[in-house]
C-alpha cells in the first residue's frame, strides 16, 4: 500500500490565487513528521514546512500553511496568493520512527506538478 | 552556509560501466541520506549513515550498489555494474542528528546519472 498518496499529478492556477495540494498518508506509528518540499526545474528539493504528528497547531511558514487532519491521515499544502516563481513539483513526505535504531529516511509521494499562469 | 554539496551534477555511462558519486554534507550534520529519484517519481531512500555507522540500507540493491561514509563527513555511493534501470537523480541530504522529528533534512542539488 502506497504510504504517501498525491491525487493530483498536475494543476494550473491563476497567479495571485490560493493553491491547495493534497497528501494522505498511511502510519500506524504514533509518532511521525510529515513535510513539503518544493523541486524546480533546477532540481534540487527545497524544504517548505514540517508539521509533527503531536502538533496540536496547524504549521505555517509565510505563504505555507499546511492543514493536518489527523483523522483522516491528511496533510494538505496550502499555498496563499500564488507567484510564478511557484511553478514547480511539490513533494509530500513522511518519517516515521517505527524502525527504532535512528533509522528515519523519508518516504515520499510522487509528487504534483504545479503550474501558475499569469 | 554552505548547503550540502554533490559532485559531478551529471554523469553519461554505458551500461555495465561502473560510476562514483561523491556528498559533502552542511558541516556539523551528524546524519547523512542517498536518495534515488527516477524519473516522474519521488526520491526513494536507499541508505543513512549516522556519523560513519550504517543505520539503514535496507533499500539498498547490495549487489551492485555500495556507500560509504570514511571519517563521518563525506560519503561516496558507487555503483558496480551500472544497469540501464539505474538512470536516475541520485540527492545526498543531511540532518543535524537522526531521531528528532522536528528535524529537517537538506538535499543537495543531485546527480543526474544517464546509464546507456
Known amino acids: 500500500a502506497q504510504k504517501i498518496t498525491q491525487t493530483q499529478p498536475g494543476m494550473f492556477v491563476q497567479e495571485k490565487e490560493a493553491v491547495t495540494l493534497d497528501c494522505t498518508y498511511d502510519t500506524s506509528d504514533p509518532s511521525y513528521g510529515l513535510f513539503w518540499y518544493k523541486q524546480p526545474s533546477s532540481g534540487e528539493m527545497i524544504f517548505l514546512i514540517y508539521?509533527?504528528?503531536?502538533?496540536?497547531q496547524n504549521a505555517t511558514e509565510g505563504r505555507y500553511s499546511l492543514n493536518f487532519q489527523k483523522a483522516r491521515k491528511s496533510a494538505n499544502l496550502v499555498i496563499s496568493a500564488s507567484q510564478l516563481g511557484d511553478s514547480a513539483m511539490y513533494f509530500c513526505a513522511m518519517r516515521e520512527f517505527a524502525l527504532g535504531g535512528g533509522a528515519d529516511g523519508l518516504t515520499f509521494g510522487k509528487g504534483t506538478h504545479l503550474i501558475i499562469q499569469p | 552556509e554552505a548547503g550540502v554539496a554533490q559532485s559531478p551534477r551529471y554523469k553519461i555511462i554505458e551500461k555495465r560501466q561502473s560510476v562514483a558519486f561523491w556528498c559533502n554534507p552542511i558541516?556539523?550534520?551528524?546524519?547523512l541520506y542517498w536518495y534515488q529519484q527516477i524519473l516522474g517519481q519521488g526520491p526513494k531512500l536507499l541508505i543513512q549513515f549516522q556519523n560513519n555507522g550504517v543505520v539503514d540500507d535496507s533499500q539498498l540493491p547490495k549487489d551492485r550498489f555500495s556507500a560509504e561514509r570514511l571519517k563521518g563527513v563525506d560519503s561516496t555511493l558507487k555503483i558496480q555494474p551500472a544497469k540501464l534501470e539505474d538512470s536516475a537523480v541520485y540527492l545526498c541530504a543531511s540532518s543535524l542528528v537522526a531521531g528528532f522529528s522536528t528535524d529537517t533534512q537538506y538535499f543537495g542539488p543531485g546527480t543526474r546519472l544517464t546509464v546507456l
Open positions: 558541516s556539523g550534520h551528524a546524519t
Open positions: 508539521q509533527g504528528s503531536y502538533d496540536q
